[in-house]
């Protein structure tokens, strides 16, 4: 048989370089066994509807069974002759069966069945990465609860500003795998259309029943309009932009851990794991594994522009460009699915540096913030206060004075609210203790974080 499902319209052939060009099987022979799932529910559809003999289509799912179990055994080779898995399947189905694998194609195009495929593939990963996800959120709140006693100084600007809970911080990233969640979730109820049995493009005048081949494949709907269903790859683009923003999550999360682990932060150690050295300078521990997470996110948004400037301006309906949808789809599903199982191994492998970290909180202008509270709880004006504070510590700075050093009186020459309990305030342990909104960094509000967390992720 040919290695192509068309050509007796031809006389010539495709050139050398036109079938290395075009053909495909060297990526999308991912969609195999996906190819061989569809199949099996198109064929009993064709029985059931009296389309194709019934006996043909348990043939054909026999055989599909057999591919199947050969693809997952990793058995089956595709042949590179092939113009793209979905003719190899039948190629090799007609092998196996013989002349009743030529009744699987009917009422049905490669145009939904790429498709199709794509979507199921897409759905079995999002399922992967929905779990993935889970079991990084998981190792972070696991980590913040055993640390969560522990004071750190937090950041804006890089600039230090005030001191916050080791744990609170960890429950950021928690918060915001929790929206990749949510994207990923979304892009996959979005994905589980039926787009098979649009055909080519207008649907089929053979008594198909779509509904069938949805529930079969466990697919939450049947497309609604066969032109959609061929030229629609909006999905790809919203699986690869959640990853993209995921991807954007990750380079925080590591870039906020590679300056940590510096000799000049010092808060964190990360296990050797992760960790390569230095050929030259034998005292050198890189954090690698961090820097090539952060390095490799480089390419979702670049897959993604791909696959946006790929969709762009496309005619209806489907045109072979689209099949440019996969390597940069594979490539972003697959590594994204990567670099989540990896971040989640680190988290479990991070040691705090609790002494360093005592020493690094001891600054008393982490508690401006406080102390301007303190007069605003009394009654001074806000910006009054911030005046105030803003005196007191430019003072302190230009004589290298502390404010704990100042007593009452000295105290009162910038404002006479001030009482001997304002001293009380410059603990980085108060400063966490005394915040009262709902969110901030208050032990106990972080410890029922926590709690909620856990039970989420169970
Ligand atoms: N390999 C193609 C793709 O991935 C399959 C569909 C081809 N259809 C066609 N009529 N040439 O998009």
Not at 273 to 293: A, Q, R, W, Y
Not at 339 to 345: C, E, F
Request: net charge positive; with cysteine.
């Amino acid at each position: 048989m040919a290695s192509r499902l068309w050509g007796s319209r031809f006389t010539g052939k495709l050139s050398k370089l036109s079938e290395k060009f075009t053909y495909s099987t060297a990526y999308d022979a991912k969609l195999a066994r996906y190819d061989c799932v569809a199949g099996m529910a198109h064929a009993q559809m064709l029985g059931e509807q009296g389309i194709i003999p019934k006996k043909d289509a348990s043939a054909i799912t026999g055989g599909l069974k057999a591919l199947l179990k050969m693809i997952n055994d990793g058995k089956y080779v595709c042949d590179p002759a092939s113009e793209d898995i979905h003719t190899d399947i039948q190629i090799q189905l007609r092998k196996l069966i013989g002349q009743p694998a030529d009744k699987l194609h009917t009422a049905r195009s490669r145009n939904d069945q790429v498709v199709t495929d794509v979507r199921l593939y897409c759905m079995d990963h999002m399922d992967h990465i929905l779990v993935l996800v889970r079991k990084l959120q998981g190792a972070i709140v696991t980590f913040a609860d055993k640390n969560h006693d522990v004071i750190i100084p937090a950041y804006t600007h890089l600039q230090s500003a005030q001191v916050v809970l080791l744990a609170h911080h960890m429950l950021a990233y928690v918060e915001m795998l929790e929206r990749d969640r949510g994207r990923f979730g979304d892009a996959r109820t979005r994905t589980s259309v039926n787009t098979l049995g649009a055909c080519a493009l207008s649907g089929t005048s053979l008594p198909t029943d779509r509904d069938y081949v949805t529930a079969k494949l466990g697919f939450l709907k049947t497309s609604a309009n066969s032109i959609d269903s061929v030229s629609d790859r909006d999905f790809v683009i919203e699986i690869m932009s959640a990853a993209a923003i995921t991807g954007m999550h990750l380079t925080r999360m590591c870039e906020d851990l590679i300056l940590w682990v510096t000799s000049e932060f010092n808060f964190i150690t990360i296990s050797d794991e992760f960790c390569t050295g230095s050929s030259i300078m034998p005292h050198k521990k890189n954090p690698d594994v961090l820097e090539l997470v952060r390095g490799t996110a480089s390419k979702f948004p670049g897959r993604l522009v791909e696959a946006l400037v790929l969709m762009k301006a496309l005619p209806m309906t489907y045109n072979r460009d689209m099949q440019m949808d996969k390597p940069g789809l594979f490539d972003t599903v697959e590594t994204i699915e990567d670099m989540l199982k990896i971040m989640a191994d680190v988290f479990a492998g991070i040691k705090v540096n609790k002494e360093v970290l005592k020493e690094r909180v001891k600054s008393e202008y982490f508690f401006s913030v406080d102390i301007l509270d303190y007069l605003v709880k009394k009654g001074v004006s806000y910006r009054d206060a911030h005046n105030t504070v803003g005196v007191m510590v430019k003072e302190c700075l230009d004589h290298g004075r502390k404010i704990s050093d100042m007593n009452v009186g000295q105290l009162k020459k910038y404002s006479m609210q001030f009482e001997d309990d304002m001293r009380n305030l410059l603990k980085p342990d108060v400063s966490v203790k005394i915040k009262k909104s709902l969110g901030s960094t208050n032990p106990d509000m972080v410890r029922a974080q926590i709690r909620l967390w856990k039970k989420r992720i169970q």
